[in-house]
């Protein structure tokens, strides 16, 4: 009875060997065929990505184009109005133009870098001194031509 049983737990042995390798390869097989599936999704979505993104693209185009002559237009126009503003003196009623004293930017009295406009309720001295210079003789005054 010895020999039975040991043969029977081998024979038992190989079975369940030969049901792991099958469920193994059961598994294996699941896996490959998941992996295949996933692929396919992700192989349409970049397909209609790469579609959409070329319809996109031209859609763009076509729309800055059609965009392109109001544009240019308007460009043009606010350059010209800007342009005749300037010329005419029409543009300074908004712009308050401050020119130095003795009691206030004393030091850029006759010096060509002063601006002296206020913008919004700043007054702009200068580009190197946008708030004007302290002392009576500012390092960067020259001679207004």
Not at 40 to 62: C, H, S, Y
Request: charged share 25%; aromatic share 10%.
């Amino acid at each position: 009875m010895n020999d039975e049983w040991n043969d029977w737990l081998k024979e038992l042995e190989a079975t369940a060997e030969e049901v792991g390798q099958r469920m193994q390869e059961t598994v294996d097989a699941v896996v490959e065929t998941t992996d295949w599936m996933l692929q396919v999704p992700l192989a349409i979505a970049e397909q209609v990505e790469e579609a959409v993104a070329a319809e996109m693209d031209q859609l763009i185009n076509e729309f800055v184009d059609w965009l392109q002559p109001p544009i240019n237009l308007s460009i043009e126009f606010d350059s010209a109005r800007l342009e005749m503003e300037w010329h005419s003196g029409f543009a300074e009623p908004w712009v308050e133009r401050v020119e130095p004293t003795a009691h206030q930017n004393a030091a850029c009295i006759g010096c060509k870098h002063y601006h002296g406009r206020v913008y919004n309720g700043s007054l702009l001295v200068c580009g190197m001194h946008p708030y004007g210079w302290e002392d009576a003789q500012c390092p960067d005054w020259d001679r207004a031509k």
